[in-house]
């Protein structure tokens, strides 16, 4: 496609190409290396992105593992006595507890557009992710079953609400060039943060629950820190669709005389 561009072009200007012309096309850059998404000028960003990634999903699977040990061994906060390791049925008000917690997700989602979408992602994220780390330090100190119900609702609520803001940040910061290298790489960094937090709930819970609730409180610090640290607005800002791409279409083309 190359040497027919090359020939066109050379039509529309009323010139003869040589016989012996070789055309080659390259670019100057590696498009959507990993070295991109850290280079100066993304680094602070993407390291910050990478450790809210890394601690939210840190957070939002292990709740998944540790609100059904909790609500079936009757946790209520405030307690370091392991509790015991057994096989228990699944009751009806458990079930019910469950759904109860796990809705704060599915309304995070409208409330965390709707605000990131009023007042910005930057403002957004560091409203929930402050009320997430003072939820979570609620679970220290043990009131009621019933408030412990509704304190994993709200910690379901902000911290899904503080994530999804994420993925409208990512796709408005990132130009096209490596976006999608930006989002495999932050996406891994949170993978690998949920897997790690799955496992240790498993390992902590029936030594202290108050070792699970301190994870929590560790990963809902640092998602508040880089959220007061993030300093990019991106809500309005204009998609770039190529970062420091120095050639066109037809400016690539390098043509050359080889020697007879």
Known sequence: SSGINAEYGANLNGVNLPDNLSVTVHT????????????????????????????????????????????????????????????????????????IACSGSFMAAIVGYFLATRIGRSKTMKIFSTLSFISILFLFKCFSKFFTTALFFLIKFLQYSHHINMFFIIPEFYPTTFRNTAIGVINATGKFGGVLGTGLVYVLYYQSPQLVVGMFALGALGTCTCSWVWSRETKDAEMRDVKDVTYSRMNSLNYHESAQ
């Open 28 to 99: 100057k850059q590696n498009l959507g290396s990993i070295a991109d998404v850290f280079k100066p000028e993304f680094r602070k960003e993407s390291v910050l992105l990478s450790v809210m990634f890394f601690c939210n999903l840190l957070i939002i699977f292990a709740a998944l593992v540790f609100m059904p040990l909790a609500l079936y061994s009757g946790f209520c906060g405030g307690s370091a006595v392991p509790p015991e390791h057994k096989c228990v049925k699944i009751q009806q008000n458990s079930l019910l507890q469950l759904a």
